[in-house]
T-cell receptor, first 117, second 114 residues
């Protein structure tokens, strides 16, 4: 089956620093990748959608200058949390989808837990 | 616009009992419907999905769900709960367009007791 990996699985950083999270599709080409944020005991909230080679489309209320998304290849997308603050602490999950018509679902990564001190 | 409502944020069943997790959706066009499971500190794993065809869909780990268009529902069931089923379950809906996005319900935490 399709596998999506994320790195790191967890990260602790100081307030004001930047953190980069990688999302890779291991055995398929992901034309579209999604970044979600999940607070404790809550559902997933879509932050942005990125298509390979294009600028990401951010959901309303998500600061694009704070959450930088790059989707430079068909197997890699990165989310950089710039100048992180404690309120950015959360569980970040990426997801990938291919345009292959036989695949109708998104494949999710294992998530990255970010803690900002 | 599309939305998903999961009735019951927390469901508790005894081991061996029937599991029923409710999901109702709202969509202007026939949707794709999904159930995902999330274990603590992990990503989402697809349990099952409905796209077209048979309305009773069987998934992994003995789960199944039935798409009922007249009731706009997609409830998840399992005849006999196992301790390992304890997790968070999310229902999601997506329109059939390739550019459409998943919309998740708020989730239901399943607790399985002895």
């Amino acid at each position: 089956g399709a596998v999506v990996s994320q790195h790191p699985s967890w990260v602790i950083c100081k307030s004001g620093t930047s953190v980069k999270i990688e999302c890779r599709s291991l055995d398929f080409q992901a034309t579209t990748m999604f970044w979600y944020r999940q607070f404790p005991k809550q559902s997933l909230m879509l932050m942005a959608t990125s298509n390979e080679g294009s600028k990401a489309t951010y959901e309303q209320g998500v600061e694009k200058d704070k959450f930088l998304i790059n989707h430079a290849s068909l197997t890699l997308s990165t989310l950089t949390v710039t100048s992180a603050h404690p309120e950015d602490s959360s569980f970040y999950i990426c997801s990938a989808r291919t345009q292959n018509p036989t695949y109708n679902e998104q494949f999710f990564g294992p998530g990255t837990r970010l803690t900002v001190l | 616009a599309q939305s998903v409502t999961q009735l019951g944020s927390h469901v508790s069943v005894s081991e061996g009992a029937l599991v029923l997790l409710r999901c109702n959706y709202s969509s202007s066009v026939p949707p794709y419907l999904f159930w995902y499971v999330q274990y603590p500190n992990q990503g989402l794993q697809l349990l099952l999905k409905y796209t077209t065809g048979a309305t009773l869909v069987k998934g992994i780990n003995g789960f199944e769900a039935e798409f009922k268009k007249s009731e706009t529902s997609f409830h998840l069931t399992k005849p006999s709960a196992h301790m390992s089923d304890a997790a968070e379950y999310f229902c999601a809906v997506r329109n059939t367009g390739t550019a459409s996005k998943l919309t998740f319900g708020t989730g239901t935490r399943l607790q399985v007791t002895l």
